[in-house]
């Protein structure tokens, strides 16, 4: 079978092997998935760069580990590993099950067509893979296969950003950072849906009026327009109560400051690679809170109750078309190395898809 792979962290998409390998053995408690779809995320890049192995090595369980030799972990008690290539790239998708391991939770997904979430080594951008029967969720048939390849990444990390993590009320302002995003259109779609109101932040104009009909109550242009001020002039000099940035860089500084009083921001990305400014008083004056959120972080930290409720709201979101996504380009897998430079162009819309030769 075809499996798109690296060998060590590279900034050159060229470097992205398109390999023929086994096909893999589902262990207990697996499922092998024929693969159809999946999409180029912003983590898929990250682990494609090494991102996330070098903010590993600055955090203090990992302290003193900056050694490539040296295994870093994801969280202090030192289980869950980030791994070194090389490995399958590919971090979510859908796929058909196509055999499984021993166990209840695996057979019960024969023949099914699913939505799952894994990443290296056994990643989503092969033609076959094979990942825990906990990861991979049957889907309706009002869900396209389109949609399904981008069940877990966007939608998951959506709902709970705004759902569980900063709880936005309803008649509250919430801003939303890279708005012309799949998520940050989530974000739009979910303000309209529980009454919450949304200032999408986009660079230019290319999905401003899209962000409008889908109910956004208000989109600033920072290329034409100065962030802080129409924050002001929108929100009548209180300033906003809750944030969600991918960005970082100047842009996140910028997003602090227009924090109302006991405002919160929470940060999960950096599209912007430079790092953020933070003046301290910035915080201090509006007695403001940043937080950093990762998703495999906070769903390892929650009951399997709390996360089965979490799955059961967003599929039922997902059906409702609230995390609705338009796929700009569709590629082979021999073309990987095109797709990820479509992914990374700046300014991009739409999500970028590889499809499977199995498809």
């Known amino acids: 079978m075809k499996s798109a792979r690296i060998h060590a962290f590279t900034e050159n998409p060229e470097e992205i092997d398109v390999v023929d390998v086994a096909k893999p053995t589902p262990a207990a408690g697996q499922v092998r998935v024929r693969m159809l779809m999946s999409p ?44 070194m290539p090389p490995y399958a790239l590919g971090g979510e998708g859908v796929g058909i099950v196509d055999g499984t391991g021993s166990g209840f939770l695996a057979r019960r997904l024969l023949g099914k067509r699913v939505a799952l979430a894994s990443g290296p080594p056994n990643g989503t951008w092969q033609e076959y893979t094979v990942v825990d029967a906990k990861r991979a969720i049957a889907l309706p048939d009002a869900i396209s296969s389109e949609q399904g ?27 939303v950072t890279a708005a012309g995003s799949a998520l940050g259109k989530s974000a739009a779609r979910l303000g309209k849906l529980y009454g919450f ?30 962030l802080q001020a129409e924050v002001f002039r929108i929100t009548q000099g209180k300033g ?69 409720s979490v799955l059961r709201a967003v599929k039922k979101l997902t059906v409702q078309g609230v995390f609705e996504t338009e796929v700009a380009e569709v590629y082979t897998l021999d073309q990987v190395a095109d797709a990820v430079r479509a992914a990374s162009r700046p300014g991009r819309t739409g999500k970028v898809m590889l499809r499977m030769a199995s498809a």
């Not at 990390?157 to 919430?174: D, F, H, K, Q, S």
């Not at 953020?276 to 959120?293: E, H, N, Q, W, Y």
């Open 240 to 308: 906003v109560g809750y944030a969600i940035d991918c960005v970082g860089g100047e842009l996140a500084a910028d997003v602090l400051r227009c924090l109302g009083l006991d405002g919160h921001m929470v940060l999960y990305g950096t599209l912007d690679k430079n790092p953020m400014p933070l003046t301290v008083r910035d915080l201090m004056m509006p007695v403001a809170r940043v937080s950093g959120f990762l998703l495999p972080n906070w769903m390892a930290q929650q009951s399997p109750l709390k996360l089965l």
């Open 40 to 83: 180029v995320n912003p983590s898929d890049l990250n682990l494609l760069h090494g991102t996330y192995r070098q903010a590993l090595e600055r955090v203090v369980w990992n302290h003193g580990k900056n050694d490539p030799s040296q295994t870093v972990f994801y969280d202090p008690t030192l289980r869950n590993t980030c791994l």
């Open 149 to 175: 390849a981008m069940y877990f990444v966007n939608p998951i990390t959506a709902y709970v950003l705004i759902r569980e993590v900063l709880r936005v009320p309803r008649g509250r302002w919430l801003l």
């Open 197 to 226: 109101k949304t200032l999408c932040v986009v660079r230019g104009s290319a999905n401003t009026q899209e962000l409008r009909d889908m109910g956004a109550d208000a989109v600033v242009e920072t290329s034409n327009q100065n």
